[in-house]
């Protein structure tokens, strides 16, 4: 194919541009934020669909919502052209074209639906998501013959310097197609100065910090140095894929209020073996405790308790609602808690914040446990809503980006282990009332603290 074909509504530069003329069949777009390497992808894929009748071509994310927040809108709101006729089939998770072309989509975490047929082209979104495993089991499935090539393509934004993917590129299994913002005629103009929205969008990637900025806004496969869960994070341990949480597995709340910063609150279940399961959490920035409080009643399912004239007020719980939590532990912010207290008619614990002895506790709890799992479990996807401003900026948006970009502070003298830098960590503090509420707070004071 020549880049002329799909030149008249778009135009792929620098890296992007390689993916239409390699014939590879393992291809990876890399670099930092907003490079345009998901929109060369899905055009990519629009081009084979509409070419070739009869196409195959499936969609994949490690988890099947996270795809709909982000490829099918770009793919619906700027490669798709309604005179193509394409539309959604929603039963069979494909898109589907006049011409018997089909691009499904689906999640790596359920993997049986995708992983049983043949296709011809496979992309993966966020590659770095995957595991090797997940990658592979992709490729073997790339044999419908319907196209004069069968590849397994991704994109991603660099992650460690040890990831899966760095180290394919280099053993030549798979090829790295580097891409910069330059390359997104969005951003820069072809006389290489910026536009009004390059500088809006780069001003927000230089707000970053740490591994975050090299990677996002420098395009570097670096790990990040200095982190307080160093030994211990491990996002393959400590992350799971969501279930559903038995009615009598004991609930607890965890909340770290902010309005600039992220609010965060974390729902945690507690396993027979005592594990701590984060099964929700809500990390936004910019509104209001007593609105955050209506969130919490709606996607608890605590419809009786929202305000009377609330569109969502019911006289009764909904029958899914989660049980009442045992304890909500919370920051010491005596007028954010009187506020949740008040539009929860709930009642609030204030959480032992020594940092510390907190971040100990929950490096424990991260770390593999006898039967190999960690103390602490997070499900994959379990952000109520995301942050789109956080988002947008490359921000962390939910628990599981905090533990990266938490670092120990070594200015002025300060030692590894000393104290933290107070940043990237709101979801995190939350995780650390929680776990110093079963760990380090005696029970004797637990349960005769009700008072602030
Ligand atoms: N060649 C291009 N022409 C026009 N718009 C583009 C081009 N490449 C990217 N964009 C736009 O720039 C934005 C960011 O692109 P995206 O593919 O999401 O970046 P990345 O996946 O690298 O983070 C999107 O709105 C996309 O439509
Ligand atoms: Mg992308």
């Known amino acids: 194919m020549t880049v002329a074909d799909i030149e008249e509504t778009y135009r792929p530069y620098g890296g992007n541009s390689q993916l239409f003329t390699s014939k590879q069949p393992e291809l990876i777009l890399s670099g930092p934020a907003g490079t345009g390497k998901s929109r060369a992808n899905l055009e990519y894929l629009n081009y084979w669909a509409m070419n070739y009748p009869g196409a195959r071509l499936l969609m994949v994310r490690k988890t099947r919502r996270s795809l709909g927040e982000s490829g099918m809108v770009t793919f619906e709101q700027k490669v798709l052209h309604p005179a193509q006729g394409v539309r959604f089939y929603h039963s069979a998770q494909q898109y589907r074209y006049p011409n018997g072309s089909i691009l499904a989509v689906g999640g790596l975490d359920k993997p049986s639906k995708i992983m049983s047929t043949d296709w011809d082209i496979i992309y993966a979104q966020e590659a770095t998501e995957l595991e090797e495993d997940d990658w592979e089991t992709c490729t073997i499935r790339l044999r419908w013959g319907g196209l004069p090539i069968q590849q397994m393509i991704g994109d991603c934004n660099p992650a460690q310097s040890t990831h899966w993917i760095l180290q394919r590129a280099r053993d030549a299994k798979t090829e790295m197609l580097e891409t910069r913002h330059e390359d997104n005629p969005m951003l820069f103009n072809r006389d290489g100065t910026m536009t009004p929205e390059g500088e809006r969008y780069l001003s927000k990637l230089d707000n970053l910090t740490g591994v975050r900025y090299a990677r996002y806004r420098l395009g570097l496969w670096v790990s990040a140095e200095g982190m307080c869960y160093e030994d211990s994070w491990d996002p393959k341990r400590n992350r799971i894929n969501g279930y559903h949480i038995p009615k009598e597995w004991p609930r607890y709340m965890a909340v770290d209020f902010g309005f600039t910063h992220p609010f965060a609150c974390l729902w945690a279940a507690i396993d027979p073996d005592g594990r701590i399961i984060i099964y929700r959490q809500i990390y936004i920035t910019k509104r209001l405790v007593e609105d955050h409080a209506k969130d919490i009643n709606i996607v608890s399912g605590w419809f009786h308790r929202l305000p009377k004239d609330h569109p969502r007020y019911k006289d009764s719980p909904a029958e899914w609602a989660d049980p009442l939590p045992r304890a909500i532990i919370c920051d010491h912010d005596a007028e954010d808690r009187a506020t949740l207290e008040r539009h929860l008619s709930l009642y609030t614990t204030p959480a032992?914040?020594?940092?510390?002895?907190?971040?100990?506790?929950?490096?424990?709890?991260?770390?593999?446990?006898?039967?190999?799992?960690?103390?602490?479990q997070i499900m994959r996807d379990c952000l109520v809503e995301k942050d789109r401003d956080l988002a947008e900026g490359k921000q962390p948006t939910c628990l599981e980006d905090e533990p990266e970009v938490y670092v120990w502070d070594t200015r002025q003298g300060l030692k590894r282990g000393d104290q933290p830098v107070k940043e990237n960590d709101h979801a995190l503090d939350a995780l650390r009332y929680l776990v110093a509420y079963f760990d380090l707070v005696p029970s004797t004071v637990k349960y005769s603290q009700r008072i602030y």
Do not use: L, P
């Not at 510390?356 to 593999?368: C, E, L, N, T």
């Open 352 to 376: 032992h914040k020594s940092v510390s002895d907190g971040i100990q506790a929950v490096a424990s709890r991260f770390r593999a446990a006898g039967d190999g799992k960690s103390r602490i």
